[in-house]
C-alpha cells in the first residue's frame, strides 16, 4: 500500500486508492502543467521534447500562481482534453 499526503490540507486524512496506470500515452495527450515557479517552463520544454521523441501529444497549461491549487475550471479543463498530468516543480 502506498501512502500519499495531500498538502492542502490537514485537518482530516482521507484513504485514496492510486487510479490506474496508463497502458500507453501515444493513444492519449499528455497536459504539462506549469504551476508558476521560477524556472518551471525549462522543465516543461525538456519533457515536450522527451515525449515528441516517443510521440506522445502534450498540451500546455499554467496556474496563475504557485501557492494555491489550481482553479477548478483549469483542472475541469485539463481533466476533459488529457490522459495524464506531470506538474513542472522547480526553483
Do not use: W
Amino acid at each position: 500500500m502506498t501512502a500519499l499526503l495531500d498538502p492542502t490540507s490537514e485537518r482530516a486524512t482521507q484513504t485514496r486508492s492510486l487510479s490506474p496506470r496508463i497502458p500507453d500515452l501515444t493513444n492519449g495527450t499528455v497536459a504539462l502543467l506549469d504551476i508558476s515557479k521560477p524556472r518551471g517552463d525549462i522543465f516543461i520544454k525538456r519533457l515536450e521534447e522527451l515525449f515528441s521523441q516517443i510521440e506522445v501529444s502534450v498540451r500546455h497549461y499554467r496556474k496563475p500562481t504557485f501557492s494555491k491549487p489550481a482553479p477548478l475550471d483549469l483542472r475541469q479543463r485539463i481533466a476533459a482534453e488529457c490522459t495524464a498530468v506531470v506538474e513542472a516543480l522547480a526553483d
